[in-house]
């Protein structure tokens, strides 16, 4: 009975979390912003503005919901769709606390690389069946830099597998008791957070849909429903990372004195709070110094620390 | 890298600092009193307009917003009979102001003037004739000018000496 309890509530509680974040940060982004620019950000529209989450989903509730007619409808409706069914299922192996995960699985690690590496087609197949030239070209873009800051993200990350020996999530963050792998591991750290932000499309590489950009790239021709289905697919995608950097990097759940689920999404919010300061401080990377920077600097980075973490794991076992 | 992370610990502080923002409509700016705002018609000391319908400020207007209508009553003294500023139109330059000899009209720190109607923009005399003085207390030009109306005639006026009766002149 307890079994079924935890196959259903768990998932429904943590869907529910990250749907009510992701709801959130709309107001939250812009507060922590404001904050940062010396500024008030939302405050009228309901109390402490938080009624401008509301406002916007409603605002995107009610806009027309129109396809191009020159448009390749099955794909244009089903781009969207990927960007938030990948994201959603990365959030399916990250364990929150001891015993609250959707799946424990052995492979956790893997599985999360696999599913952000899905995530390309929907900015592919956004861009392709948008019909349109600049479309087509913010969503090459973006493509491009997605799958090159892949590269080194898994191998950011495996210099984290080294220490832990193991790809569950779980295991990777009870090895973290003596020492956060944040400390040995800060190189790895660096990489895995630019990747991530380069994965998900964040300033300050958020090239392929800048508004300014190639008149807002490959979702150019979104409206309404799917638009908001990008726009919120972000803040799925800041989430994860910060979830899965909290749990690789950040030892997780463990902590003195609060319980651990509340350890986990006090990091969380911190490191979400961190990216936000990232968006409000850093000015967009063009397009040749993105690749440039993922292929000569953070890949051989990424592969030296891989090397070095291998010899002392080998040389100092334990 | 370095500066890149220079750039965050600068931002960060900005967290700690006071914000600019001023939360219109509780708190307002402040305004001074030379402010280019809304335009007024204003009264002298001894309560009469000062407006003498001279109609330089509606010909130094550069987008012709201000028309008027010179009248006399029945004392000599020039008035306007008429007075309308369109202020879709105006830009609250000013000029009108530096080119009044009486100061009667007169820009003032008040900018909130949103309407639904354009034509309720055209403000009439009554619209723009305030009771008070406005930005320069104490001055009528009648006092200091040589013109003569009732109650002051030619020489009466302050520093002013009285008309030389040429034909006491005469050898």
């Known amino acids: 009975m307890s079994n079924i309890i ?28 404001a904050l940062f620019q010396d500024r008030y950000g939302p405050n009228r529209c309901g109390p402490l503005g938080l009624g401008q989450s509301v406002a916007d989903v409603v605002k995107l509730f009610f806009k027309e919901d129109w396809v191009p007619p020159f448009a390749e409808k ?89 220490m832990a020996g193991s790809f569950n999530l779980a295991d990777i963050v009870e090895a973290q008791r003596r020492l956060w792998f944040c400390v040995p591991q800060a190189v790895g750290l660096v990489i895995f957070l630019i990747a991530g932000l380069a994965e998900t499309r964040r300033i300050p590489f958020d090239l392929p849909e800048a508004e300014g950009e190639l008149v807002a790239g490959y979702h150019a021709e979104y409206s309404g429903m799917k638009f908001a289905m990008f726009f919120v697919g972000e803040y799925f995608g800041l989430t994860l990372i910060s979830a899965l950097a909290v749990t690789l990097f950040f030892g997780g759940w463990l902590g003195p004195g609060l319980p651990a689920l509340a350890w986990f999404i006090l990091k969380t919010l911190l490191l979400i709070a961190f990216f936000i300061l990232v968006r409000g401080s850093l000015p967009r990377f063009r397009y040749d110094q993105l690749m ?6 953070c890949l051989p980075l990424a592969l030296v620390n891989l090397a070095v973490t291998g010899a002392l794991v080998l040389a100092f076992p334990g | 890298m370095f500066s890149i ?53 509606s010909v130094v207007c550069p987008v012709a917003c201000i028309a008027l209508q010179a009248t006399e009553d029945k004392h ?56 008070g003085v406005g930005k320069y207390p104490g001055y009528n030009f009648y006092r200091v ?27």
């Open chain 1, 6 to 33: 935890t196959i259903l509530v768990i998932p429904l509680a943590i869907w529910l979390a990250v749907l009510s974040l992701a709801a959130g940060l709309i107001w939250g982004e812009r507060r922590l912003l």
């Open chain 1, 74 to 162: 099955p794909v244009f409706v089903l781009a969207p769709a990927i960007v938030v069914v990948t994201t959603l299922m990365g959030f399916v192996v990250v364990a929150m606390a001891p015993g609250i995960v959707i799946a424990d699985l052995n492979v956790g690690l893997l599985f999360f690389l696999a599913v952000s590496s899905l995530g390309v087609y929907s900015i592919v197949l956004a861009g392709w069946s948008s019909n349109n030239k600049y479309s087509l070209v913010g969503a090459m873009r973006a493509a491009a830099q997605m799958v090159s800051y892949e590269v080194f993200m898994g191998l950011a990350l495996m210099g984290v597998v080294l």
């Open chain 1, 292 to 297: 440039a920077l993922g292929w000569k600097v």
């Open chain 2, 5 to 57: 992370l220079r750039t965050l610990w600068t931002v960060f502080l900005h967290a700690f600092r006071r914000r600019e923002t001023v939360q219109y409509p509780e708190e307002r700016p402040y305004l001074a009193p030379r402010w280019r705002g809304r335009i007024i018609l204003s009264r002298d000391p001894d309560g009469g307009e000062r407006c003498v319908a001279c109609h330089l400020c």
């Open chain 2, 76 to 131: 000599g003294r020039r008035y306007p009979e008429w007075f309308r500023i369109n202020f879709s139109r105006c830009i609250f330059c000013g000029l009108c102001e530096e080119a009044c000899p009486t100061y009667a009209i007169q820009l003032t720190p008040d900018f909130e003037m949103g309407e639904f109607v354009r034509k309720n923009l055209v403000y009439e005399k009554e619209d723009l004739l305030i009771s």
């Open chain 2, 145 to 171: 000018a040589g013109l003569a109306i009732k109650g002051k005639d030619k020489g009466e006026a302050e520093n002013e000496q009285p008309p030389v009766d040429v034909r006491s002149l005469m050898p």
